[in-house]
């Protein structure tokens, strides 16, 4: 075997490995911390809903909604959706949710690009944690909550359960 053939298949095993092993605990991790970042901040709005109504009426500018509907709005959005993310629980909808969520939050809230909107999406200053957030996000749309997830928990239970109905159904009709 030629030195290349070793090298790729060393380099093919390794990569496969890694994807296996690393790939699940790298999605895990970043539903996790998302969900995390997001659920603090909903326990933060809950525990001062005084602060929280100030913060909607003065200083943050969501589009379409009263700022009395957004508050309460974005509070529960913020205690329950990411369970549902940190969790791979319906993976894909919930972290395309709160991908657009995320987006909404920092459009909605201009002190968090005071260089311009245009300009501070493209420095790793301005509103760093939302753009961390909607890249973690699109990681776990792109390839799902993987399989250290409910959602895998629930295909496999899914398959064993259809599996063992067809064999019920093959045993009744081979009588």
């Not at 539903?31 to 970042?37: H, K, P, Y």
């Not at 909404?104 to 999406?121: Q, R, T």
């Not at 064999?167 to 081979?174: I, R």
Request: hydrophobic share 55%; net charge positive; proline share 5%.
């Amino acid at each position: 075997m030629s030195m290349i053939n070793r090298v790729n298949g060393s380099y093919t095993r390794s990569t496969d490995w890694l994807a296996r092993w690393v790939g699940p605990v790298a999605l895990l991790c970043m539903r996790v911390w998302v969900a995390l970042a997001f659920w603090q901040a909903g326990l933060v709005k809950i525990a001062d809903p005084m602060g929280t109504q100030f913060l909607f009426e003065n200083m943050y500018h969501v589009p379409l909604l009263s700022p009395d509907f957004a508050a309460g709005l974005g509070t529960w959005i913020e205690l329950i959706v990411p369970w549902f993310v940190g969790l791979g629980l319906l993976g894909r909808p919930f972290a395309l949710f709160l991908f657009v969520y995320n987006i909404v939050a920092f459009i909605s809230f201009p002190a968090l690009w005071p260089h311009g909107f245009w300009h501070g999406l493209l420095n790793t200053t301005d509103f760093a944690d939302h753009k961390i957030w909607g890249l973690m996000l699109m990681a776990v749309i792109a390839w799902g909550p993987g399989v250290l997830s409910l959602d895998k928990l629930i295909g496999i239970a899914w398959r064993r359960g259809r599996a063992a109905t067809g064999a019920m159904h093959s045993l009744h009709g081979a009588r």
